[in-house]
């Protein structure tokens, strides 16, 4: 694979996290923390972007993560900030790699099916909530302090939210994408 792919699938992956995490920022009724969701609508992008583009998709959702922690507290070591996008977003990509195995899908993803989504999404939710919890207690100051227990289930259900709101607009578009062709090019008919 070239330099140039390999840039660009990292590039589009941090691009669409912060594409995700922006409305976040225009809903504060939506946090449940200073860095944590109700509703996390980047989970499934994540999700996505690691099982289209592998190990690209990590890098990039890791460093669109690290950049949202830096913009969200900067009084944290820009290390912990690291370790914690890396670690969370590590276990989302083992989850694909291993479900992936698992399941006996294709690299391409063609035999991939719906019922396989929901299972990786509700895995990568519990994994990556857990993760982030306990990396956030562990390597920063106060940012999950009191119960850990209640901040892991907190955030993982932000996540299975964010995941489960992400695959089913995916599936309704995909279901209807005949109809909404249709209904654009009417719009742009009526247009001209």
């Known amino acids: 694979m070239k330099t140039k792919n390999i840039l660009l699938e990292i590039f589009i992956s941090f691009a ?3 594409v995700f995490i922006a409305p976040l920022y225009f809903f504060p ?12 609508l980047p989970a499934g992008l994540k999700l996505l972007t690691i099982l289209i583009f592998g190990w690209r998709g990590l890098i990039g959702v890791a460093l669109g993560t690290f950049t949202r922690l830096i913009f969200t507290d900067p009084t944290q070591s820009m290390v912990s900030w690291f370790l914690v996008a890396f670690s969370a977003n590590l276990a989302i990509y083992v989850v694909v790699e291993f479900g992936l195995k698992l399941f006996k899908v294709d690299r391409n993803l063609s035999n991939l099916n719906y019922y396989q ?3 990786l999404a509700t895995l990568a939710s519990i994994l990556n909530g857990s993760v982030f919890a306990f990396a956030v207690s ?29 695959v089913c607009t995916a599936l309704f578009i995909l279901q209807h994408r005949i109809k909404i062709i249709n209904f654009v090019n009417r719009l742009k008919a009526g247009i001209k």
């Open 138 to 166: 562990g390597l920063t100051t106060s940012q999950m302090s009191g119960d850990l227990f209640h901040s892991s289930f907190v955030t993982i259900m932000g996540n299975f939210a964010g995941n489960a709101l992400f």
């Open 16 to 18: 669409l996290y912060w």
């Open 29 to 40: 009724q939506l946090k449940s923390g200073p860095i944590t969701y109700y509703i996390f």
């Open 117 to 119: 989504v929901v299972g």
